[in-house]
């Protein structure tokens, strides 16, 4: 006498049109983006490329730059260069680049810019030329920028030739003498207009100066802040 096990009952939705619906699968878990692009300020394309691919956690081969700007911090530039970078990951640039080197970086659509320096009184400019698709800077963005300075001389031939090669060299084209002639190893000097209520602080050697340095220079050239 044999004995017939019912078959386990089986379950299923039944669909609209009357056929069984295939059961769901299970749900996945949402991963986050990752971050794609961020904003880094560094001395140079190098340090910038390493902090974003850290700030990122992707290879720096990986991470593409774009110059957004370029400045110097500090009087007349003392404090250095200082770049601001947009920093995009980019898988696709690895392959691009065969393994061998970092994504190349992508310069911003920047005009030209002028930079001063300033050693013992003499002005020296350097032009740069645009980025991208970014306007060369001409005779008007020179006296934009050196409006109101109390030149004692420039030289018009010297600031049309820089303006022309755009080529980032320094040319010295004016001198600004200082009220009081500093010490043959001091850092600046002061120029005090003849209101005495206005002061122009001349780097006269290049080396670092601090408050309490500025503080005597002024003191010493008769300007004093305060009652």
Known sequence: MSTEIPPAPVHAA?????????????????VPAKPRAVRVEAPDEGKARTAAASALGVPEKEIQLRVLERHKKGPFGLGGEVLTIEATWRPA???????TGPAPVIPADEGGKIEFSCVRG???LAVHRPQGRGRPADISTLEGLIEGWPLDARDEGVIQQALRAQDGKPRVFATMGPSVTPGEDAAAAVR????EFTAWLIPWNPKPLDAGGLF????????????
Request: no cysteine; net charge positive; charged share 10%.
């Open 216 to 227: 005597q220079i002024v003191g010493n050239a008769g300007h004093r802040s305060g009652p």
């Open 192 to 195: 005090v207009a003849k209101d």
């Open 14 to 30: 039944a669909s609209s049109n009357g056929s069984a619906a295939a059961p769901a699968a299970p749900a996945v878990p949402s």
């Open 122 to 124: 003499k002005l020296s």
């Open 93 to 99: 640039a690895a392959s691009h680049a065969a393994g």
